[in-house]
């Protein structure tokens, strides 16, 4: 008897019992439905952190100022004024950097036409879409010429563009911020949600000198020379811990720190820690889906079990087959191949169970999905080893009865 026989001789006995062919699959299904969706889930959401480390932009790295200290409390990142356009322009004359770009930024109202929305407002260069790799969906980006006279030129994010100006074409049209009129003369390609889960879209981007002269610096006390960050390409990707070094001892340096003193300010390589992020959301998915295929084991010995039932109820027939010419190996693979094809069903039954639960989490909770063709082939792999192995002891026993006593059994 070959496979294809003893499967199609394993169905007909599985048909024959239906009900208890179904509850001895549910382990494996649980088992399988559970592995698929942790694995999809988590597979989705290292898919969102690899593109928004790709929205970052190639090499980059954050320089902010340092927290200030009072009393021994510590208040936020970035309230004192430590860097300023100076300290950007040294940055960019480093061997291992390509580009620096200052920037200071605040929030604003603003207003076109009838309509108004309130945003940030990031006051910039020209390299900081270069440092971004942000390209244009429409316009042009601001000249160094208006950089130079504090020009009102702005350009905005997709999401601004969607509020204001709805299916409007936005390219030359005015708004006004903070009660300055500026036009629009271009707008930025969607970049989506960033890793902390701020909308990146949603900004308007002017000339630094007109931010200073006519909006933030205007709308409070900070010092005109000061930026709030700046941001930095490295030349390459190797180059980018030697870069970190390189503006750390510049701006030492530059901000007269003497030896043992604390620096006041911080230099970041925002691709890091969404990396590990990255690996630890990669770790924790794989961790639960080891956790879930604890139930593909239970599932296991639960068919082991009904197996050995199984043999058990159908003993004269196994002595019948035997005492007809029947080879034991023939006997064995039967019931081998029905614990199999038990454990396969249940696979495939887990895995459409799987991916529609994967699929309502997603829309529930607005978490991405991803379904991989490895996972799946994994999940039916370990589902049919499964079978394999906890069929293997109810077909071996079944194909040692003797003929002669398993015909005298009632």
């Not at 009129?181 to 701020?198: D, T």
């Amino acid at each position: 008897m070959n496979w294809i026989e003893s499967f199609r001789t394993a169905w007909r006995a599985l048909r024959a019992n239906k009900l208890r062919s179904f509850l001895t699959m549910l382990g494996i299904i649980v088992g399988v439905a559970s592995v698929i969706t942790m694995v999809a889930v988590g597979s989705g959401a290292q898919t969102q952190i690899a593109e928004q480390i790709r929205t970052l932009g190639a090499n980059v790295l954050m320089v902010q100022p340092y927290t200030t200290r009072e009393g021994g409390a510590r208040s936020a990142a970035g309230s004192r004024h430590t860097l300023t356009e100076s300290d950007a322009d040294a940055i960019a004359q480093l061997q291992s950097v390509r580009a620096s770009a200052p920037s200071v930024r605040g929030s604003v109202q603003i207003v076109s036409g009838n309509r108004n929305w309130n945003t940030t407002v990031n006051g910039t260069t020209a390299q900081m879409f270069m440092i971004r790799e942000w390209p244009l969906a429409a316009g042009r980006y601001f000249s160094p010429g208006e950089e130079e006279r504090a020009g009102r030129a702005a350009l905005i994010g997709a999401t601004v563009a969607r509020e204001l100006f709805g299916e409007k074409d936005p390219v030359g049209q005015e708004i006004r911020v903070l009660n300055t009129p500026f036009e629009v003369v271009g707008v930025l390609a969607a970049k989506g949600v960033s890793g902390a889960g701020r909308d990146q879209d949603d900004i308007v981007f002017v000339p630094i000198s007109t931010a200073k002269q006519r909006l933030i610096g205007s709308a409070s006390n900070v010092n005109r020379d000061a930026v709030g960050y700046i941001l930095v390409t490295a030349i390459s990707d190797g180059a980018m811990e030697h870069a970190r070094d390189e503006i750390e001892a510049l701006l030492r340096q530059r901000h007269r720190l003497s030896m043992g003193q604390e620096n006041d300010f911080t230099v970041t390589i925002p691709s890091e820690t969404m990396a590990l992020q990255h690996a630890s959301t990669r770790t924790f998915a794989w961790l639960l889906a080891a956790v879930a295929s604890v139930s593909l084991i239970v599932g296991g010995i639960s068919i082991m079990n009904i197996m050995l039932v199984s043999v058990t109820e159908r003993t004269r027939e196994i002595g019948l087959r035997l005492a007809l010419g029947a080879r034991r190996r023939d006997v064995r693979n039967q019931f081998l191949m029905e614990a199999i094809t038990l454990c396969l069903l249940g696979g495939i039954i887990g895995l459409a169970l799987g991916v529609g639960a994967a699929i309502l989490i997603a829309d529930l909770a607005g978490w991405p999905i991803f379904v991989g063709l490895d996972a799946v082939l994994l999940a039916m792999f370990f589902a049919g080893g499964i079978g394999m192995f906890f069929g293997w002891y109810p077909a071996r026993k079944a194909a040692r009865l003797e003929p002669v006593e398993a015909l005298r059994t009632e």
